[in-house]
């Protein structure tokens, strides 16, 4: 595993307060938000159009085609608002499971339709999103159309007196005329910084509103959390085989090629000292003695072979002694904490125990630091590891290094791995895992 280790810096001239209002981020949740309007009630008039028509004619045949027809409908303009919501929100929602019938056909197909939980989901975000659209489409243009023009009454405060007959903008103003006028420079200067404020406020109420649209869009027009469960279950068991096959092949070739290969050396020079044991016995010794180193380092490599399948020290005295000896062997100097009151479940324990291993591994080789500390305690349920190095900095879980690798090892088992490391450095690697004890 190789963690990505650079520099990364950006910088803004502007504080993050002032570039909102004017940010591409911004710009595109105000246009969602202008969007829902139109697209909600063209939805909203076709789902309830045709499910009233299906509800209808339920007491003959064509009721129920029809209303089938409304649910895929509704599932079609649920694909134009994931696709919208990707777009404008940068929310990224899973397709639902598609409709399959148990067997091919008309039948087949409306029978899916009507029982699939999506397809009711569909119809009712048609239902409840357009009095929300609409409140949405309301306060977000109003506020910021109030904004912008307070804001720039300085520009435009000439019409008044020009063409309208009247010194400003009017507070509390009676038929006769007779109230407030804002046409002082002091007053038009107070116009201006109220409409600022509005302005630096109004990214932060689209915001809000488009954060409602993400749960709806989430909610109803994704698979449900059942289908999601079970997506998340398959691939986290792909992954567990993928790593299981990948280690059994490490296994074999490490044996393939080390110690099988000394054992073989070994019989060979075993028997030709046999043979030689009666022509010439201190040739033949001399092969026995180099016999015997082999058969060290043989057992020395079937010794280290067992330690990376599991090591015996983890097994029998728990992850504060094991991790302590992977520390021994790190070339950076570590410091080991372990406060956990019991041992974790077995297969828990490996995990930690090869999380931490090849982090240290990782510093050792890229992140160039002076010390590092690893942490691991108990928080309610969680199983809490913490490798942290005083190094360069840089590592990146997203640049495709083994740190994606290490990611999806600890999601299979419902695990986090954290990852905070800004150019320069420290670098703080933190990974949750279930206790399971």
Known sequence: MAIDYGSRSRSHVLPRALRAPVEGRMWREFGYLLLSLPISVALFCYAVAMTAAGTGLLVTFLGIPVLAASLAGCRAFGMLERARARALLDLDVAEPAPVRGEKSGLLSWVGAVLKSGASWRHLLYAVVHLPWAIGAFVLSLTFWTVGWSLFLYPLWQWVFPSHLDQPGIGINVDAAG????????????????????????????????????????????????????????????????????????????????????????????????KEKLAEDPRAAAAMVDEAHGEVKTALQELRDLARGIHPAVLTDRGLDAALSAIASRCT???????DLPARPAAAIEGIAYFTVSELLQNVSKH???????????????????????????????????????????????????????????????????????
Not at 391 to 411: I, K, N, P, Q
Not at 413 to 433: F, Q, R, Y
């Open 178 to 273: 007779n109230g407030f006028y804002a046409d002082t420079p002091f007053e038009i200067a107070v116009v201006c910084v109220l409409g600022f404020l509005l302005v630096l406020l109004s990214p932060w109420l689209i915001r809000g509103l488009s954060g409602v649209d993400r749960v709806l869009v989430r909610g109803l027009l994704g698979p449900s959390l059942l289908a999601s469960r079970v997506s998340e279950l398959e691939s986290d068991r792909g992954v567990v085989v993928d790593t299981a096959a990948a280690d059994l092949r490490r296994i074999e070739r490490d044996l393939h090629d080390g110690a099988q290969a000394r054992l073989v050396a070994l019989a060979m020079d075993l028997g030709l000292a």
């Open 332 to 338: 950076v100097p570590v410091t080991v904490q372990v």
């Open 367 to 437: 992140s160039r630091a002076r010390r590092a500390t690893v942490d691991v305690w108990r928080t309610e349920s969680r199983l809490m590891l913490q490798v942290t190095d005083d190094g360069v900095g840089g590592a990146d879980a997203a640049a495709g290094s083994g740190l994606a690798g290490l990611t999806e090892r600890l999601d299979a088992v419902d695990g986090v791995l954290v990852v905070d490391s800004p150019a320069g450095g420290p670098t703080t690697i933190t990974a949750e895992l279930p206790w399971r004890g």
